[in-house]
């Protein structure tokens, strides 16, 4: 069964732009960028659309629908009225390219200033071990597709473009706590996600959560946690009387020395 759906695209560039009308037939079972694409081809060719997959797996086509950052084609029609008008715009906390593109390089250039995976040494046999609950613990966050809907949905950034500099955003939050929870890794990253990273400017209204298509609990099981590690290193009494006997360092070898 088909229908004639009432989309409405942004069209534009970095100089500006407005939202078009794109009457367009669909049929039952399609999904937004379906009619995306329709649309590419029978009306506007040169309508610029950044996709890959189509399956929800290689977060290419984030776009924001009636408002809401959405992947496109994960976004049914079936969800909506048919009647109902369905409007499409670019990202809103990034640049645009055109049309429907955006340039997501602020991502790439925050992933830079994490320090990667670093694991001791080997044990005599070549090998590295951790128990299996520790394995499990951060298989959720390695889920993440890097869409970045929840870079984009995030206030911090989507309001305030000058908090880019200091701050990495949810994305980046939750690969710190991959890291900082992983243990086998030696590097603490504690400082750098609190000042650098801007870790204390979200004040964790979840929005980021609830974008994921993934299903990550971003604030609940990342954000939170790295939050009270923080919090942990410099106001635990415990970690404060430890620092007075004997300062903690590791060694070249990943060895911890009081």
Request: charged share 30%; hydrophobic share 35%; net charge negative.
């Amino acid at each position: 069964m088909s229908y004639t759906l009432k989309l409405r695209i942004w069209r534009g560039d970095k100089d500006g732009g407005a939202v078009e009308d794109f009457p367009v037939e669909v049929s039952e079972g399609e999904v937004v960028l379906d009619a995306i694409h329709r649309v590419q081809a029978t009306q506007a060719g040169d309508l610029a659309v950044r996709w890959n997959c189509k399956a929800g797996k290689c977060g290419s086509c984030s776009a924001e629908v009636n408002g809401r950052p959405r992947l496109m084609c994960m976004c049914r029609l079936s969800d909506f009225e048919e009647d109902e008008v369905i409007t499409v715009t670019p990202m809103r906390s990034f640049p645009v390219i055109r049309d429907l593109v955006t340039d997501v390089s602020f991502n790439y250039e925050k992933a830079k200033e994490l320090p990667s995976f670093s694991p001791p040494p080997r044990d005599a046999d070549g090998k590295r071990r951790m128990a299996q609950v520790d394995v499990e613990r951060g298989q959720e966050f390695r889920k993440c597709i890097e869409c970045f809907l929840c870079q984009n949905v995030c206030h911090v950034v989507r309001d305030h473009e000058d908090n880019k500099k200091a701050f990495a955003g949810p994305r980046f939050f939750l690969r710190y706590a991959e890291l900082d929870m992983h243990p086998l890794d030696t590097h603490d990253r504690r400082e750098l996600a609190q000042g650098a990273a801007g870790l204390g400017m979200c004040n964790i209204t979840k929005c980021c959560t609830e974008v994921c298509p993934e299903g990550i609990h971003i604030t609940d099981n990342a954000i939170i946690p790295m939050k009270e590690r923080v919090v942990d290193k410099k106001f635990d009494p415990l970690v404060w009387l430890g620092n007075k006997i004997g300062i903690r360092n590791k060694d070249n070898d990943g060895r911890t020395e009081v």
